[in-house]
């Protein structure tokens, strides 16, 4: 488990489901079933953290590994860490909680010898690519329409270590 100020970071369990759910409800229009959730949680385990204040979860990360054309290098297959969704309680924000989950959950899909990890984020969501950017990633590519409200996304991606 990793440490910032009052905040931990450690493997989802299945008692977080519901607070899990309520933060993806509360801060992403993107939603979820509680059955796609343990689905991610039971195939990637390393990937899926959440981050507690005292015993409240506050954040969480979700990735599933994926084999598929490298987003990173060309013509490549790859084993790949996908970010699927990361979200953070809007009074907990800019505390680094995003940070430390991304890094953390990157350091679960090395242990599941990911070669690359990568995301969607929307177009518009320029806080999320800066943060991104600062831990490496870098834009790969543009999804026209991605979201269900018609929005595009960018494809962001790292190697991995």
Known sequence: MDTITDFMIRRFEQKDLENVIEINRTCLPENYSASFFLEVSEKCPEGFLVALNGDRVVGYIMCRLERGFSE????????????????????????????????????????????????????????????????GFEETRSIP?????????????????
């Open 72 to 135: 990173t290098s060309r013509f490549k297959l790859a084993k790949k860490g996908h970010i699927v969704s990361i979200a953070v309680l809007p009074e907990h924000r800019r505390k680094g909680i995003a940070t430390e989950l991304v890094r953390s959950a990157m350091k679960g899909l090395v242990e599941k010898e990911a070669e690359e990890c990568f995301l969607e984020v929307r177009i518009s969501n320029r806080p999320a690519q800066e943060l991104y950017r600062k831990l």
């Open 145 to 161: 329409f991605y979201y269900q409200n018609g929005e595009g996304a960018v494809v962001m991606s790292k190697a991995l270590p």
